[in-house]
Every structure is written in C-alpha cells, then in structure tokens.
C-alpha cells in the first residue's frame, strides 16, 4: 500500500478527497439539512405574517341553548358560593346572582368588546345629531350599531 500511496501526487490526493466529499455532504443535507430552508426567516425576531400562522379552528357545534346557559351560569355560581363558604365567608345567594345575570343581556354579539359597542354608539349618536341639523331623518341607533358592529367584524375576512 506503501508504494501507492507514495506514487499520487497532490493533485490527485484532493481530486480523491473532493469526490469522497461531495456524496458525503449530499447524504447530510438531504437527511440532516432538508428542514433548514424551511427555517430560514423563522428566528426570534422574525415578523409572522398570517399564511406562516396555523389556521384558526372554527367551532361547528350550534350555540348553546338558554337552558344550557343557564346550568353552566348556575353550577359556577354554586361553585363560587362553595368556595366563600369554605374560606368562613358569607356564601353568594345563587339565585338573586343568577337573576341578574340572566337579566343582563349584552347590547351587542357575543364577541364584541363593550368598549367598541359603547364607542360605535357614541359615533352613531354624534352622526344622528348631525343628519338632525341637516334636517335629515335621525338613525335607529341600536340597528345602526348593530350594523356597524357586523361592518367591523367582517373587515377581517
């Protein structure tokens, strides 16, 4: 083997070590590199935009209905009683709670903020003051905030 190596000339030891080389790193990257392109852009303070965001999942089931409102609003309000009792604390009245939950029925949909519902309000209000002093006919503010509220929630999609 001696002889060998000694009759290669230098040339011909990197031609051997670049041919080795290049399946080598091949076999790397496709099995150890293949997810690195994927990464690129990726790091901590990388910008996300919606596409890279995976998709919301949408709950199919129907709203619940009164009664079924009503048991869970129920048996978390006989939770929180038992809890106050338990510390030695006069517990909540579950009833007169429930009551006024129940009463207390939200001026917009389910997944407005208040402060948006109460800020559209006042918008719709300044605009009926106005169409007033122009001697226009004022809106229904509560369809007019309705309205707008659907206008506001349909602007994402």
Do not use: C, H
């Not at 031609?15 to 496709?30: G, M």
């Not at 009503?70 to 517990?91: C, D, F, S």
């Not at 001697?135 to 349909?154: F, H, I, S």
């Amino acid at each position: 083997m001696l002889p060998v190596a000694l009759s290669l000339s230098t040339g011909e030891v990197i031609l051997i070590v670049v041919l080795a080389a290049i399946p080598v790193s091949l076999a790397t990257f496709v099995f150890g590199a293949g997810n690195a392109l994927k990464q690129i852009g990726k790091g901590q303070f990388a910008v996300e935009f919606d596409s890279d965001l995976p998709s919301r999942l949408i709950d199919s089931s129907p709203a619940p209905s009164g009664e079924a409102r009503e048991a869970e609003i129920r048996q978390m309000l006989e939770a929180k009683a038992y809890r106050q009792q338990t510390r030695g604390e006069a517990p909540l009245d579950v009833e007169a709670e429930l009551g006024k939950l129940l009463a207390e029925r939200p001026a917009a949909s389910p997944g407005v903020d208040r402060d948006l519902a109460e800020e559209v309000r006042q918008l719709v209000v300044a605009r009926n003051e106005r169409r007033v002093r122009q001697g226009k006919e004022p809106l229904d503010v509560d369809e007019e905030v309705r309205r707008q509220l659907r206008e506001l929630e349909n602007l994402g999609q």
